[in-house]
């Protein structure tokens, strides 16, 4: 299976800040990843495929980079609604495999 | 497009859980891959496996020996079984629309299921 390591695991930041989520898979696997938002007590929420690409409705101060085997989830501004947990999902291979996880939380 | 899941909440060890998901605002028979993922503390999130119209049932080598999913296109509605389950089975179980690409655009809220006797 491939593995998604992602980096941070728990990020601290202040309303306004710029943040960088980072998620590395053990093997390339092109630019075939997805990010997902996950808020307290819900099911998560789809914000980019194809690394880069930003779902209909999710708000332009998130983007996504990268290719092969590094990506980046970047907020330009964080927003109240914006505090939970993100994930990164590769879907180049099966079986679809998730990161751990990067806890985006108030400071 | 919403998705629900419904099933029992408790599910005895060596016993088979069943969860069912019923869509509204889309008709699963037109398109797409209808899908299940689990989430428990230990493991993060799971991928369990998938139906799609267009290329049949997929499943996770970790799970595919104990897992069935099924459609019932009557009921607008999709299935989860998994057969023989032990306490790491205990998760939150979610279902989802995959795209043909392979990712998740609409999720579930998720419904928590412990295995314990």
């Known amino acids: 299976d491939i593995q998604m390591t992602q980096s941070p695991s728990t990020l601290s930041a202040s309303l306004g800040d710029r943040v960088s989520i980072t998620c590395r898979a053990s093997e390339s696997i092109s630019i075939w990843l997805a990010w997902y938002q996950q808020l307290p007590g819900k099911g998560p929420k789809f914000l980019i495929h194809k690394a880069s690409s930003l779902q209909s409705g999710v708000p332009s101060r998130f983007s996504g980079s990268g290719s092969g085997t590094e990506f980046t989830l970047t907020i330009s501004s964080l927003q109240p609604g914006d505090f939970g947990t993100y994930y990164c999902q590769q879907y180049n291979t099966y079986p679809w495999t998730f990161g751990q996880g990067t806890k985006v939380e108030i400071k | 497009v919403q998705l629900q899941e419904s099933g029992p909440g408790l599910v005895k060890p060596s016993e088979t859980l069943s969860l069912t998901c019923g869509v509204s605002?889309?008709?699963?028979?037109?398109?797409?891959?209808w899908d299940w993922i689990r989430q428990s503390p230990g493991k993060g999130l799971e991928w369990i496996g998938s139906y799609c119209q267009s290329g049949g049932t997929h499943y996770n080598p970790s799970l595919k020996s104990r897992v069935i999913i099924s459609v019932d296109t009557s009921k607008n509605q999709f299935s989860l079984k998994l057969d023989s389950v032990t306490g790491a089975d205990t998760a939150v179980y979610y279902c989802?629309?995959?795209?043909?690409?392979?990712?998740?655009?609409?999720w579930g809220q998720g419904t928590l299921v412990t295995v314990s006797s």
């Open positions: 605002g889309y008709s699963i028979n037109r398109d797409y891959c």
């Open positions: 989802a629309r995959g795209t043909h690409s392979g990712y998740f655009d609409y």
